[in-house]
């Protein structure tokens, strides 16, 4: 870059002061000032081109597409949507959107049509592997117009565990430092559910997880589709002398799912994760993992056969 020849860009001149019609040190540290910003603002901007191998990149980041699977439950779409403005506080450099698998708009494929020729990473709002996540949006997002691909499920993680430990905190969950009180009490992690057995698993992962930041029992339980229901898991605990049950929510948003699982608890029930901050860090975590993987491969165009 090529300084200015004006007045202002002289150098400093001796301790005696300066001579008339010259600006004074101050004016000049001033526009010297002004000069080091404008090129480390240019500096940053060529930076921002350039990818970590030196290739050139876009300049802007993939945009960010929450994946939150929908809800008749009026109160889900306020809460994803504050989610998703809790990320966009986070990474305010990232495009941050919101897709529903179904029941809510916007849905998934039309938020996708919205990113057509962009490049979008799609965090699913789930928390385990499943159907919707191995199946239902990897294929929505094959169909898409956008170059999208798809994130890890929330869990397990540390950083969810951190959110389940918030939410439980906040509806009142004290487990006591006396030993009895710790015998006594035990949480029930209520998840979805899911016949996949991966699924299963990583509930089972996140349980063990969040008993190890609890000192006390935690045993997986399901809305639908696995065992035990939450009201079995209640029973089986009260019936090891473990009467101080409460429940912890592994859900993202109020729904049927979490209301039938806080509707078994025979004390405290947690409140959805929302958009608890770890929640929001979480989903920053696997969208930049997602960017530091290995872009799957996609399908060659197919050739067709020569007609002799």
Same mark, same amino acid.
């Given at each position: 870059?090529?300084?200015?020849?004006?007045? +202002?860009?002289?150098?400093?001149? &001796?301790?005696? !002061?300066?001579?008339? !019609?010259?600006?004074?040190?101050? $004016?000049?540290?001033? &526009?010297?000032?002004?000069?080091?910003?404008?090129?480390?603002?240019?500096?940053?901007?060529?930076?921002?081109?350039?990818?970590?191998?030196?290739?050139?990149?876009?300049?802007?980041?993939?945009?960010?597409?929450?994946? /939150?699977?929908?809800?008749?439950?009026?109160?889900?779409?306020?809460?994803?949507?504050?989610?998703?403005?809790?990320?966009? %506080?986070?990474?305010?450099?990232?495009?941050?959107?919101?897709?529903?698998?179904?029941?809510?708009?916007?849905?998934?494929?039309?938020? *996708?049509? !919205?990113?057509?020729?962009?490049?979008?990473? *799609?965090?699913?709002?789930?928390?385990?592997?499943?159907?919707?996540?191995?199946?239902?949006?990897?294929?929505?997002?094959?169909?898409?117009?956008?170059?999208?691909?798809?994130?890890?499920?929330?869990?397990?993680?540390?950083?969810?565990?951190?959110?389940?430990?918030?939410?439980?905190?906040?509806?009142?969950?004290?487990?006591?430092? %006396? %030993?009895?009180?710790? +015998?006594?009490?035990?949480?029930?992690?209520?998840? $979805?559910?899911?016949?996949?057995? %991966?699924?299963?698993? !990583?509930?089972?992962?996140?349980?063990?997880?969040?008993?190890?930041?609890?000192?006390?029992?935690?045993?997986?339980?399901?809305?639908?589709?696995?065992?035990?229901?939450?009201?079995? /898991?209640?029973?089986?605990?009260?019936?090891?002398?473990?009467?101080?049950?409460?429940?912890?929510?592994?859900?993202?948003?109020?729904?049927?799912?979490?209301?039938?699982?806080?509707?078994?608890?025979?004390?405290?029930?947690?409140?959805?994760?929302?958009?608890?901050?770890? *929640?929001?860090?979480?989903?920053?975590?696997?969208?930049?993992?997602?960017?530091?993987?290995?872009?799957?491969? +996609?399908?060659?165009?197919?050739?067709?056969?020569?007609?002799?």
């Amino acid at each position: 870059m090529t300084a200015s020849t004006s007045p +202002r860009d002289e150098p400093l001149r &001796s301790p005696g !002061g300066p001579g008339p !019609g010259h600006p004074s040190p101050g $004016a000049l540290l001033d &526009s010297a000032a002004h000069l080091l910003d404008g090129i480390g603002a240019q500096l940053a901007g060529q930076l921002r081109r350039v990818s970590y191998g030196g290739g050139r990149r876009r300049p802007d980041p993939p945009a960010l597409v929450l994946v /939150a699977h929908g809800s008749r439950d009026p109160r889900a779409l306020v809460t994803v949507r504050a989610l998703r403005e809790r990320v966009r %506080e986070l990474r305010p450099a990232v495009p941050v959107h919101l897709g529903h698998i179904e029941l809510n708009e916007p849905l998934l494929p039309d938020t *996708l049509a !919205g990113l057509a020729g962009a490049d979008a990473v *799609l965090v699913p709002l789930l928390f385990s592997p499943g159907h919707h996540v191995k199946r239902d949006i990897p294929r929505m997002a094959a169909a898409a117009p956008a170059r999208a691909r798809v994130a890890a499920p929330l869990g397990p993680h540390p950083l969810l565990v951190e959110a389940l430990y918030g939410r439980l905190t906040e509806a009142g969950w004290r487990p006591g430092h %006396e %030993e009895a009180a710790r +015998r006594a009490s035990a949480v029930v992690l209520a998840a $979805a559910g899911s016949r996949d057995p %991966e699924s299963a698993a !990583g509930t089972r992962r996140t349980a063990r997880l969040l008993a190890e930041r609890l000192g006390v029992p935690v045993v997986p339980a399901y809305a639908s589709a696995a065992a035990p229901a939450v009201a079995d /898991a209640v029973r089986a605990l009260a019936a090891r002398g473990r009467h101080r049950v409460a429940v912890a929510s592994c859900f993202t948003a109020p729904g049927r799912f979490a209301v039938q699982c806080a509707a078994a608890a025979p004390g405290i029930a947690a409140a959805p994760l929302g958009d608890h901050p770890a *929640l929001a860090r979480l989903v920053l975590h696997r969208y930049d993992q997602a960017l530091a993987a290995p872009e799957p491969a +996609r399908a060659a165009p197919r050739t067709p056969l020569a007609v002799p």
